[in-house]
Nanobody, 115 residues
Framework: QVQLVESGGGLVQPGGSLRLSCKSS????????MGWYRQAPGKERELVAL??????ADYADSVKGRFTISRDNANTVYLQMNSLKPEDTGGYYC??????????WGNGTLGTVSS
């Protein structure tokens, strides 16, 4: 009922920036919270940032002060990533929670931070 498509990943130098986008389609009006998760090779998927319908945001301690999550009226969610570190490398996955209590995932976009 809801589909998510991420974009904006790529290769960046340490200290650089990336801006990720996640576009929602389908029954977008049933979406509640949206978030970004990260999964590095051999690691479990972890919450990076979460944004509620009122725009309030929460962040993992590891990205506070460097990443910013936001959303627009079309339920496109963004993740601005600054001061990137090699440990930020991984697949970034968009997540949406609906009023039907469904959890929807995108297929991810790869961000690589390397010299």
């Amino acid at each position: 009922q809801v589909q998510l498509v991420e974009s904006g990943g790529g290769l960046v130098q340490p200290g650089g920036s990336l801006r990720l986008s996640c576009k929602s389609s389908g029954r977008v009006f049933i979406i509640n919270d949206m978030g970004w998760y990260r999964q590095a090779p051999g690691k479990e998927r972890e919450l990076v940032a979460l944004v509620s319908t009122d725009g309030s945001a929460d962040y993992a301690d590891s990205v506070k002060g460097r990443f910013t999550i936001s959303r627009d009226n079309a339920n496109t969610v963004y993740l601005q990533m600054n001061s990137l570190k090699p440990e930020d490398t991984g697949g970034y996955y968009c997540n949406a929670r609906t009023v039907l209590k469904d959890i929807v995932w995108g297929n991810g976009t790869l961000g690589t931070v390397s010299s």
